[in-house]
């Protein structure tokens, strides 16, 4: 089964939105079983619509496009569905109570371009919506599936999940596909591909190796195909053992895991508690954390302390260390991360001072420098990093390697329990 | 000029890796006068790879592609490139020095993988990549041009800026372009195009208006093409003014303004200082803000308050009140206003708490439910929301609308100033 993505308008040709459907949609097909082959971002004008299905109906068995049904004027994709299908718009009294019960909701009137996204093609099969005013529809043409979807992000993976995987999974037999991503943190790509040379050269033949590079993250990606669910799923696992001997000491999670889900299972699990002192990284291990759900468990929160007054009122940090040593040095955040721990009266802090850049660098501290501090009762743990020259990735590469210096010390504090324990 | 982006790489097909090259090469290449006509993600396989080379040959004057330059073995580009324009990979010493002196920086030495990145298409130009390993190569074919271009973004970012624009530039006489983006917060797209329904009837034939709605903000861009520049410019101003006139109560900036970058000029101008205190927005404001360069001359820092102990000891939040209203509460982020700027120094402050979900909702606050508080000298204003029930949407829209709130009140305080002064 061949299947293509469409996404369609013009603020994607204009760069003015990113295209995060089509990852997204590609994503929870590839879990299905269902392998995206291409995807084709077009304007929403009449030509490049048609020409899109006549290209793709020659191309592919499913067509899934996203967008343009809204309900302003720019929103052009019914009228051509129409046209290409030769049928035409019918007003449909379901999705329009279905629209009027989503705008009481939010206490709003009804209007004429809410009117509008009742009208429906008639030879579409439709897709109730259940997040949004727009209906899915579903069409068939010489056997080929044509399927059009909103492009409101939330309202579009809700229609996948619930109306569009369910009915092609009962079409067609999928092929077993799976998958397993390693995480590893601390080793560039190249370096990486130097360690696993061997590994690679080994893999047996329906198995792919994939490098996805990320500001401080590197994930290896293996995908396996086959037809028996379980023998995939024991070949994967024996290749990531494999892995688990060669680069030990890099992987720090698996598949859909993040570093803030990764602290977030550890600590629940510990019934341990966690505050942060961030300078440079502004709030943003903060919000990483607390993107979580359940984080409440275990995060009591944070001091972002942006300027050097609030690093001493706040943060009771000595006013002569920051005269002496400045705000990036080891004596500051030592101080920063032990402070805000007691302060916060958890069981485990982490700090993070540095210079995010672009400006405010010296000779002795370039732009980039950063000094991270993750704290407990029994130890702190200083280390200096020499990010890059780019405000953003700097921000988030102190932020990916300060939570996995936490990450280490947690299972670092396990060991040593365990042997007071004596075992 | 026909203009096309080809992204490769397997991980956008599966949709382990979100295409956001495309998006930004889409905007810098429009803004320099170059629209495109088509984004194509493909796998990175010889097979699609020859496909789509031979497709978009047919179709554009002008292909950029990214991906597959990197020095592992799935990526494929190079040799399929020497493949379609008949030529070889040959050494590249200047490559080389400049790979070596890259590592140099980093302390790595130079692998074989690394070595392999100097081997470069003999028939193509090569274009500097300052920032990674991976050359840009361009290539011509039956007039046709061929850009292929390595997908580590920033890498990619500086040959598009540096070497791509520029060399486009030179080649082909642009038409002239020009947008305007305007930025609205508080109302939905529905409504806000039922209120411009006879503005954009009126429009002009040469300019097109299009809705682009994020959480808590609708987009409005308005593109005018034509050949006189100072004349565009000022035909999308008078659309503009004729929209302040409309909507004044929901344009809250323009073109690449974000909520953050606003707040940085209107405070740095005044300098006057902000803080904030977060609970449910557990530190994404402070994030938001302190992304911006610049943010350390007004923003001194804040609390992330996640746990109600937090509330009461870092905020001074009074117990009793959290056991009366709850942490949800007017009384409760009034005080966390209140108390953060006075704690902190600074003229304004911002506190936020909700309850963003997916559980802690009750009947009488279900999630979504939000207090936001923004605080000066002369007044506290406070506001309650009811969200969605998504958690990431509802952390963002707290953010943005804190954000406005606080935008609001910073004008409020200038009106009132002047009017003291008898203005």
């Known amino acids: ?22 990852a997204w949609m590609a994503q929870q097909l590839n879990l299905a079983g269902i392998q995206v082959s291409r995807i084709n971002s077009i304007s929403d004008s009449r030509e490049s619509i048609l020409g899109i299905l006549e290209e793709t ?26 046209e290409f299908f030769n049928t035409e718009l019918v007003f449909n009294t379901e999705v329009l109570k279905h629209i009027e019960s989503l705008l009481a909701k ?64 009962k079409i067609f037999s999928l092929p077993v596909i799976h998958a397993r991503t390693i995480i590893t943190q601390g080793i560039f790509e190249a370096q990486l591909a130097e360690q696993l040379k061997d590994f690679e050269s080994e893999l047996p033949e329906n198995i792919s190796l994939a490098y996805l590079p990320s500001p401080g993250i590197v994930r ?22 494999k892995l688990q001997h060669i680069i030990p000491e890099y992987i720090v999670g698996f598949d859909d895991d993040t570093f ?13 508690t966690l505050s942060v002192a961030e300078s440079c990284t502004g709030g943003t291990i903060a919000s990483m954390l607390t993107a979580v759900h359940g984080s409440s468990k275990y995060f009591k929160g944070g001091i972002v302390a942006y300027s050097n007054e609030i690093k001493k009122d706040q943060l009771a940090i000595e006013p002569s260390l920051l005269d002496r040593y400045g705000a990036v040095s080891k004596q500051v955040v030592e101080d920063m991360a032990i ?39 029994e130890s702190t743990v200083s280390s200096q990093f020499r990010f890059g020259d780019n405000r953003d990735r700097n921000i988030k590469r102190a932020s990916v390697t300060a939570l996995n210096m936490l990450r280490k010390m947690i299972i670092e504090q396990d060991i040593i329990a365990l042997k007071g324990l004596g075992l």
């Open 220 to 241: 290896l990606r293996l995908v396996i195909r086959g037809d028996d669910l379980k023998k995939l799923v024991n070949d994967i696992d024996m290749q990531i053992q």
């Open 260 to 272: 803030e889900s990764i602290i977030c299972e550890m600590l629940s699990d510990r019934s341990q």
């Open 57 to 82: 109906e020659a191309r592919a068995d499913v067509v899934i496009m996203t967008g343009g049904l809204g309900p302003t004027s720019d929103d052009v994709t019914k009228p051509v569905l129409c």
């Open 106 to 169: 939010k206490s709003c009137k009804i209007n004429e371009y809410n009117m509008k996204q009742a009208e429906v093609p008639e030879s579409a099969v439709i897709l109730h919506n259940e997040a949004g005013t727009a209906a899915g529809l579903w069409f068939e043409k010489n056997k080929k599936i044509f399927i059009s979807l909103p492009g409101v992000p939330f309202e579009m993976k809700g229609l996948i999940t619930k109306r569009v995987i369910p009915a092609l999974n």
């Open 1 to 22: 089964m061949i299947v293509e993505l469409v996404t369609i308008g013009n603020e994607l040709l204009n760069g003015q939105t990113t295209d995060t459907n089509s």
């Open 339 to 377: 402070n805000t721990r007691l302060l916060f009266n958890t069981d485990f802090s982490v700090a993070v001072s540095g210079i995010a850049g672009p400006s405010g660098g010296t000779d002795e501290k370039p732009v980039g420098t950063t000094w991270i501090s993750v704290s407990c009762k």
